[in-house]
């Protein structure tokens, strides 16, 4: 098969969801290519829209919880919403590249393509199959808007859940978020990543905007564990938050500040790492067996994926900074504690979730090239 995987730069999870699925399809022996979906009409709208979202997120969480949860209230299959119009405007260009390149399959990892998907099918302009791949712990707003012939869901304890938001029971696939084939096999050493060995590592990442203030949690564990543990502070691609935070730690060489990584290495060689609970970042972490501690959550589908964690015991969610290091900080010497944790994550994660999720969707869409 000939597969289009289609995301948004709105954060990174979407992207390495779509990586994830392009590895799994080639090595499987299909074709598969990345696309940006506002990047088919220009790269300008690309990155207005990914500095749109990251500004909201990270300057008015506030502002994008009310945006949520409005959505959540209007969303449905009978009505369509604003965003869902602003995405079909890009719809032609999406056509235009189905067609000049003949795909046989379109995935989107985002709810932005599913929109201009369900567009063109229902005005008869495409016919080739779409599956939609969810990157949350729970059905976000507008995808009651799409009809693909397949949703890839995160667990088959949220059926229920999205089924009642509209989505056909029948096209819901409950195989997991696509975590990359190659993250289990990325090298675990310290010393490549500036860090030494036989001392505790903790890791706090910010996500790929990097959202969140972390010095709070970075000063609590320096108080609490004294000099005992080696912090690094990874702040993504936010710039000017890794500057000002290694101006702030120039002086404490226990921490280290760096920006945008590769997190296959860091999530083999810490002992746990606290973050905000995107969804990519926190399916990573558990199908890497990393115990984990949860801050800085984004309202809205953060809270729910936090909610999802939390309760299966696969990471613990404190509310106070001096709460999350001391978390932090017990589960570095608590041997019993990370190994009830890796025991729940095993039970919920899986590791080759990406191969699985494209073989189901080869076998279900593959047929149709000879029908």
């Given at each position: ?26 090595l499987l022996g ?164 500036g860090m030494e ?22 000063d609590a564990l ?150």
């Amino acid at each position: 098969m000939k597969v289009l995987i289609l995301s948004c730069h709105t954060g990174g999870g979407h992207d390495a969801a779509a990586a994830a699925l392009a590895e799994g399809f080639r090595l499987l022996g299909h074709t598969a290519a990345v696309q940006d979906f506002f990047a088919l009409r220009s790269e300008r709208a690309a990155s207005a829209a990914s500095s749109l979202y990251v500004g909201t997120v990270n300057r008015s969480p506030q502002l994008f919880h009310a945006l949520y949860q409005v959505g959540s209230a209007i969303s449905s299959a009978r009505r369509h919403s604003p965003v869902y119009y602003v995405n079909v405007w890009f719809a032609p260009s999406l056509e235009a590249k189905l067609k000049a390149e003949r795909f046989d399959l379109a995935v989107t990892t985002h709810i932005f393509p599913a929109h201009a998907l369900t567009w063109l099918k229902a005005k008869g302009r495409i016919q080739i199959p779409a599956a939609g791949v969810m990157t949350d712990y729970t059905c976000i707003p507008f995808w009651a808007e799409t009809r693909c012939e397949a949703y890839v869901t995160p667990h088959p304890s949220l059926t229920e859940e999205i089924a009642g938001k509209d989505l056909p029971r029948e096209a819901l696939l409950p195989l997991g978020i696509p975590v990359s084939p190659s993250l289990g096999s990325a090298p675990a050493d310290r010393q490549a990543l500036g860090m030494e060995e036989g001392r505790p590592l903790i890791v706090l990442l910010s996500g790929s905007m990097g959202h969140g203030d972390l010095v709070p949690v970075v000063d609590a564990l320096l108080q609490k564990g004294g000099s005992a543990p080696q912090i690094a502070v990874i702040t993504g691609r936010n710039e000017e938050l890794r500057k000002d935070l290694s101006r702030q730690y120039s002086a404490v060489p226990q921490v280290q500040v760096k920006g945008y990584e590769k997190m296959g290495p860091w999530l083999r060689c810490c002992d746990v790492l606290i973050t905000k609970p995107g969804g990519l970042t926190v399916t990573e972490a558990a199908a890497m067996r990393v115990p984990l501690v949860l801050s800085n959550a984004i309202p809205g589908c953060e809270t729910e994926n936090q909610r999802f964690f939390v309760s299966r015991g696969m990471a613990l969610a404190p509310d106070t900074p001096a709460e999350q290091a001391e978390a932090a900080l017990r589960l570095c010497r608590d041997a019993e504690e990370r190994d009830r944790m890796r025991a729940a994550q095993a039970e919920a994660i899986r590791p080759d979730n990406a191969v699985q999720i494209c073989r189901a969707l080869a076998e279900k869409f593959g047929g149709m090239l000879h029908a």
